[in-house]
């Protein structure tokens, strides 16, 4: 049985100088990160079966994509600012409905 208390901050100190193989965080990750990329290739490919791939979010998508492969820093967050609204000023009103996860330029 796994003890449910929290480690000492001894046993945390050590634990953060303990040198990680380079390999380790990748055996850590890589099947999930496989799995969610191969759920977005999936979701393009029915995207485009459906004629809908000029679709705001979809074209969002792929053009947050491309910054996958480009070997810069911060992946995530120059995604995150691709699907997001650039905008500064508050709406007066919020739209309705469901956020919709990416943004179209002059959408009210």
């Known amino acids: 049985m796994v003890s449910k208390t929290p480690p000492t901050s001894k046993a945390r100190r050590l634990r953060q100088r303990a040198p990680m193989p380079p390999t380790a965080i990748v055996d850590q990750g890589f099947v999930a990160a496989r799995a969610m990329l191969l759920d977005v290739a999936a979701f393009l490919d029915r ?5 809908a791939k000029s679709d705001f979010r979809c074209e969002a998508m792929r053009s947050a994509a491309k910054f996958l492969s480009d070997g810069k820093p911060e992946r995530a967050r120059r995604i995150l600012e691709r699907l997001s609204d650039p905008t500064r000023a508050p ?9 919709c996860g990416a943004w179209k330029k002059g959408r009210k």
């Open 47 to 51: 995207v485009e079966r459906y004629g």
């Open 91 to 99: 709406l007066a009103v919020a739209p309705r409905g469901a956020a």
